[in-house]
């Protein structure tokens, strides 16, 4: 499918330039993650009954995972609140650059320029989710960490560093955003290639440089591109646009692939299937161990979890594409890979993306509507401190359309499964020199079967 520029509308490109719209939507956002702060700490301890609990990782992760990722990629992060105070002290503006703000603006270590870091904090995070995501004093300590980091970070390094090297959340939503059908490309990048102002890397008096340090005259993936819109607002050869394509475009690309982004994929499948185990499964002592941080059974539940997302899981895949490569080799003696065993694990790593995604949408289905009526009581008393507000107080639970949630979980992991087979038989066929073949795709297949029936026996079994 060839792009299609939705910023020839004048309409939409008009309020995407607009400042106005966005800042309100990312002030509304701010407001709402102080009252989930403000409710860990001094609303109710139950859980359930709590704004923090409830519309964070209830309302929040569901429109994450549902809707906002796989539709719309890193569209939360061009309305997301955490980096706000920052960014204002950063530019000494609200809205416009008006002048020079406070911080110290300096350059993000050149070791540390990739996604390593975001992916020990999500594993950290991913240790600790027990409790964080049960019980509102964690989840209010969590969330006031995130906005301290993020001004502290703000106020030393330059544009958003927080964002683009260190924040967990937008380390997986970069890595599933290559998979939605929007995207912001330059038009010609041969007018970026002449002109020598670059202002949509630099800035100017109508918006600032990319706070992503990206420069989008190069700019082929999403992994990296918030979607704020700067480039969009200060480009002055009107050579950038916001652009529908199709789903999982940036899959396609044969380069590029690398291995902190190949973690992630691990990172965020060993999470998935943790998750559905702990929340999900039948087994009380591992639900106990999760929950018990500090003793010796959490101990053994953390070493587990990280020995499956870092050893187990890279393990068994560097194996299958270890074996593929052989049977290539054997079966076709012409057409062996090109490409070293570490590149071909790094790009073979691109057919977990939509597998993940689905593992995660697939995981989400299985608590959102069974606890989506929480929604109505929260809304009326956020604090638990007996309020009516809006007289949705007394709203007793129930759950929403859980009979049919087994064959939406079904639908979606039977269709990751299937789009990463189509990615990993189309990666095999750019490594393979000669007609096309199949061999070195089918472990990493098998893989992603095994994986998926795991899936399906946790949360449908």
Known sequence: MTPIE?????????????????????????????????????????????????????????????????????????????PMPGEWLQNGALLK????????????????????????????????????????????????????????????????????????????????????????????????????????????????????????????????????????????????????RSFGADLKQSSGHKLDEAFKAFIMLGAALTYSAVMLGPWGELKSAAYSIGTAEWLVYAVTLLGLIYVILPGAFL???????????????PQGSRESLKKSFAAFATALIPLGLMAWIAFSLSFVFASLSYVWPVLSDPLGAGWNLFGTAGVAWQPYLMSIVPFLQAGVLIGGLGWACVVARRIAAEQQTGRVVTWEALPVMGFCFVVTAGLLGLLIG
Request: hydrophobic residues 50%; aromatic residues 10%; proline residues 6%.
């Open 319 to 333: 194996i299958a594409v270890g074996v593929g490569r052989t049977l290539a080799r054997v079966l076709n003696p």
């Open 97 to 244: 650059p008006r002048g020079k703000g406070f911080g110290l603006n300096r350059k993000w270590p050149k070791r540390f320029r990739n996604i390593w870091m975001q992916n020990i904090a999500f594993t950290l995070l991913a240790l600790f989710s027990a409790v964080v995501l049960t019980q509102p004093s964690v989840t209010g300590v969590v969330l006031l960490l995130f906005l301290i980091i993020a001004l502290v970070t703000s106020l030393i390094f330059e544009r958003r560093a927080f964002c683009r090297y260190l924040c967990p959340v937008g380390g997986f939503i970069g890595l599933y955003s290559q998979v939605a059908p929007v995207e912001v490309r330059v038009k010609d990048p041969a007018v970026c290639a002449v002109h020598s102002e670059k202002s949509c890397y630099t800035g100017s008096q109508d918006g600032y440089g990319c706070p992503w340090l990206v420069y989008p005259g190069t700019l082929t993936k999403n992994i990296n591109c918030g979607l704020c819109m700067e480039c969009l607002r200060t480009c002055t050869q009107d050579n950038v646009a916001l652009n529908l």
């Open 6 to 82: 939705i910023t020839r509308n004048p309409i939409i490109k008009a309020t995407l330039r607009n400042r106005w719209p966005q800042f309100v939507i990312r002030v509304i956002a701010l407001a709402g993650f102080v009252l989930a702060i403000v409710a860990g700490f001094v609303g109710t301890p139950v859980g359930n009954h709590n704004f923090g609990i409830v519309f964070v990782w209830i309302v929040w992760w569901a429109l994450l995972m549902l809707i906002l990722v796989p539709l719309a990629g890193r569209s939360w992060c061009a309305v997301c609140p955490i």
